[in-house]
């Protein structure tokens, strides 16, 4: 339709009568100028006409070439009319401009003659005049527009006029035509202007009319603007929101103008949207409903079809490896028969993208170093999606020799050592890669910023032998210029700079800012942390840009759930990680189960007065409701930390706790039984903790390693010493698995003159000890077979922790458990320990670690009604 209205418009421009239609096509051939000057200007004969009949076939004429005449006494003709009439004519012209300029002083005068050869009359003349050589350009111009005008007996455009817009501003539409005021009237200039306006797109109607004025023509363009839109409307869309189409997708709004290539623009951006998600049979079309007052309605109709899915991914060209072990490179998958669930068969190009990169991994790992993997071919047919891959493998390359040459800073025998490719092996661009890697961090941490390690890889095409070579250029050594740390609204910069492990003028070292970093992640203050280092004022000097994006670490949390050892229970806290921005850790915290009531309040200042010493208080209430008495226990104390080694914190702490105990049972034993009442306890005890985990909080890698002595007897009623050691080590496996060991003892004795409380003694059983079995299930006997706890333990828990959705933080866990204590009188007996194993799922979920796992005993013992059918035990929230 557009096209139409188009023609029309522009048939009814070329028939209005006060339009001047587009002359015939005049041949207009420029003879030489006669040059009169006293200077040898001579040259300008040829070059003044060449600019004139270029100007004139920009305005429409057709230029004869003056090469075209060959009458040798041409000379004699130029110099009467008659002459140049005949020349003319035997070249076919229809005019014929033969001109001079005459130069006097600075004063430059262009004369030219105009003769028409389809009459008789005498020729026109023509001229223009101006001051100094250098602006002979500009008279040129000019005498070529009076040239055009009496050629064409055109007429100069004095005005443009435009009328009918109402929205849309005389400016934004004279900014798209090249006509101007004092332009010539050129009727084909008006006509591309037109073009430009209705290419626009907001104009429904433009009519064109030409009219003569006083001083020339005046031109008006009266345009008839499109309708705004008043509302647009999505129908048949499920599977995306309305509101994620309108404001993630359309780019045309209400309020806008009509435009018909915006909204087929939008169409498009529709369907490109659907078939991101394999919607290729999407059908996109719009209606446009007129209303009064100029606007109009836009409806987008979508039908949606299927969602086409993967039928068959094929390779060509593959030999060295079968097509089920290039799939298995692969996330790219065909439909399978759980696909509804899984969405195995959709197509994604970014993880085809990422597959492909993988597929030409696997081949150059594997020794075939000119191997190539084509770009996927996709073809959709019918309902379904085919994808070719084509392979072109090569041969596969062994390492013939390993070498390292250039600046070496360390022995050449070591930095060997320190490479993995070695003689005789399948060649790897993985490998390759690695030893890059380690020998720039070897001259890294040696303060060389700048050094670069090129592998040179040689091949022998007719033995498929890579020689590999690693040249070194170390450069020269360079110092930290200063450190610059961004983002840190909250956080002071003391806090970020007091866990870097660079400091400002002294050498930088990769290893150690690496470290900082890691020790900026396990503040758990930082969403995000980027590094960058530029050039400093020298080449020998650097700037580290550390730019933090902080998170939140303040947190109010009230909750509830359930636990085997507590039963239901309700908790809530307020935590501040970072309190006034200085590293403090505040918090509050309260528990109320059927077993137990808690209330706790700790402060720990990390770098008491910017030292490394760290400082913590703390007070609690705790009501405990054991198997065989009630506990009521009231205490505080206060601990300080200094850092001893890498990772490594000493620990001093003083406790005091007042403990009363009621409700004891008859069947209790007789060292519970001697606990009623007020027990007092003021203790000291010392730490040494070593923790390398890379986070607090599911860790993949790092080990944490605690030794505790604990005495008791400064005071009060209690009096004993208790030795305890706990290890946990974290192993990354493969595809995000992460192996998981932990190990703990403790043995506690009672001195002299005091007594050791029954709640300071072991025992094992539940969550988060030997799982399977109950709370406090594992336990000594007294002479009597009545359950006491033990004065030595021993526990170990062996996991496999495999991600399944790894950025909600859920994962699944498999794990062994082992454990026993003994009595005064028992000696710890390897042989002796309890048994169990399973399953579970955990997520780390805001709240807190959820978890549900069940164990089975694996030796049940018959005389105290074990059963090794499995038991699970559930719990969400941190313990305190």
């Known amino acids: 339709m557009f096209k139409r209205l188009y023609l029309l418009v522009i048939t009814l421009f070329l028939l209005l009568p006060n339009t001047v239609i587009a002359l015939e096509t005049s041949r207009v051939l420029v003879l030489p100028f006669e040059i009169n000057s006293k200077e040898d200007l001579s040259y300008l004969g040829s070059e003044i006409p060449d600019v004139i009949s270029r100007n004139l076939e920009i305005d429409g004429a057709e230029i004869v070439n003056a090469d075209m005449i060959s009458d040798s006494d041409i000379k004699e003709k130029l110099k009467d009319k008659k002459g140049i009439r005949e020349i003319g004519i035997n070249a076919g012209a229809d005019f014929v401009v033969r001109g001079s300029m005459t130069l006097i002083g600075s004063q430059i005068s262009l004369d030219a003659n105009v003769f028409d050869l389809k009459g008789r009359g005498s020729p026109s003349r023509v001229y223009a005049e101006g001051k100094e050589i250098e602006n002979l ?50 009727p084909k200039n008006i006509s591309g202007d037109l073009k430009a306006i209705y290419a626009m797109g907001y104009f429904d109607d433009i009519r064109v009319e030409a009219v003569d004025g006083a001083e020339g023509k005046i031109v008006i363009f009266k345009v008839t603007e499109k309708p705004t839109i008043r509302m647009i409307r999505i129908k048949g869309n499920k599977v995306f929101d309305t509101d994620e189409i309108m404001e993630d997708t359309l780019t045309i709004k209400t309020g806008s103008i009509l435009n018909d290539f915006i909204i087929q623009n939008n169409v498009t951006r529709i369907e490109s949207l659907y078939k991101e998600k394999n919607y290729q049979n999407i059908k996109v079309s719009y209606k446009i409903t007129p209303l009064e007052n100029n606007q109009a ?65 696997l081949y150059k790992n594997s020794g075939y170093i000119d191997a190539r993997i084509g770009e996927p071919r996709i073809e959709y047919i019918e309902d379904w999606i085919y994808i070719t891959i084509k392979i072109e493998e090569g041969p596969q390359f062994t390492i013939g020799t390993v070498d390292i040459e250039g600046d070496l800073i360390f022995s050449h025998d070591d930095m060997m050592d320190r490479i ?16 890059v890697i380690t020998l720039t961090d070897m001259y890294s941490d040696m303060g060389y910023a700048y050094a670069k390690v090129s592998p040179k890889i040689s091949k022998d095409l007719d033995t498929f032998i890579a020689n590999v070579q690693y040249s070194i250029k170390k450069g020269s050594p360079v110092y930290i210029e200063k450190i610059i740390i961004n983002g840190n609204i909250k956080t002071r910069d003391k806090v970020v700079r007091r866990e870097l492990r660079v400091y400002e003028q002294e050498l930088y070292s990769g290893k150690n800012l690496k470290r900082s970093i890691r020790n900026l992640y396990r503040l758990d203050f930082f969403e995000d942390i980027q590094v960058d280092t530029t050039q400093g004022s020298a080449e020998d000097r650097i700037v580290v840009e550390i730019d933090v994006a902080e998170k939140s670490t303040g947190n109010f949390s009230f909750g509830g759930g359930y636990s085997t050892e507590d039963g239901p229970f309700i908790v809530g806290s307020i935590t501040e990680r970072n309190a006034f921005g200085l590293g403090h850790v505040a918090e509050l915290k309260a528990e109320h189960s059927s077993d137990s009531t808690r209330f706790n309040a700790s402060y720990t200042e990390p770098y008491l007065m910017d030292t490394n010493l760290s400082v913590g208080l703390n007070a609690y209430n705790w009501l405990r409701d054991y198997d065989e008495y009630e506990r009521d226990s009231v205490g505080a104390g206060f601990r300080f930390g200094y850092p001893v080694w890498d990772y490594t914190r000493a620990y001093l702490s003083y406790g005091h706790d007042n403990s009363n105990i009621t409700d004891i049972l008859k069947t209790a034993s007789q060292d519970i039984k001697d606990l009623e009442g007020e027990n007092i306890t003021h203790s000291i005890s010392s730490s040494l903790i070593f923790d390398s985990r890379d986070k607090a909080m599911n860790p993949s890698s790092g080990q944490i390693y605690n030794a505790t002595v604990r005495y008791a007897g400064l005071g009060g009623d209690v009096n004993f010493i208790k030795f305890e050691g706990t290890t946990s080590v974290y192993i990354p496996i493969f595809l995000g698995i992460v192996g998981h060991t932990h190990a703990e003892g403790g043995y506690v004795r009672e001195h002299s003159g005091g007594i050791l409380p029954d709640y300071e003694r072991f025992y094992l059983g539940g969550m988060n000890s030997v799982r399977g079995f109950d709370y406090r299930d594992i336990s000594a006997y ?13 526990q170990l828990n ?35 320990m309890r048994n169990s194993a399973g399953y579970g799922i955990r997520w780390y979920s805001p709240m807190g670690p959820l978890r549900l796992e069940n164990g089975h005993i694996l030796d049940p013992d018959s005389t105290k009604d074990e059963d090794s059918g499995g038991k699970w035990e559930f719990t969400i929230g941190t313990a305190f």
């Open 420 to 435: 993995n490719l070695s003689d005789g092996s399948i060649f790897s661009m993985e490998t390759v890669r690695g030893d």
């Open 782 to 794: 007294d002479e009597r077979g009545r359950e006491i706890g033990g004065d030595k333990y021993l």
């Open 798 to 832: 062996v996991e496999l922790i495999i991600p399944l959705i790894k950025d909600q933080g859920l994962v699944g866990v498999l794990f062994y458990d082992t454990g026993n204590v003994w009595d005064p009188d028992s000696n710890v007996d390897l042989g002796d």
């Open 297 to 361: 309605d836009l409806d987008f109709d979508i039908i949606e079809g299927e969602k086409v899915k993967i039928k068959e991914i094929t390779f060509e060209g593959n030999k060295a490896f079968s097509s089920d072990d290039l799939l298995d490179e692969m996330d790219t998958e065909t439909k399978g028969f759980w696909s509804w669930i899984t969405s195995t068969g959709s197509l994604d190009r970014d993880t085809l993208s990422q597959d492909i990169a993988n597929l030409a991994a």
């Open 137 to 186: 350009p500009g008279v040129v111009q000019s005498l070529s527009r009076k040239l055009s005008m009496k050629i064409f007996n055109l007429q100069v455009l004095t005005d443009i006029r435009i009328t009918g817009n109402r929205r849309i501003e005389v400016d934004a539409i004279r900014k798209v035509m090249n006509s101007e005021p004092g332009d010539l009237y050129v």
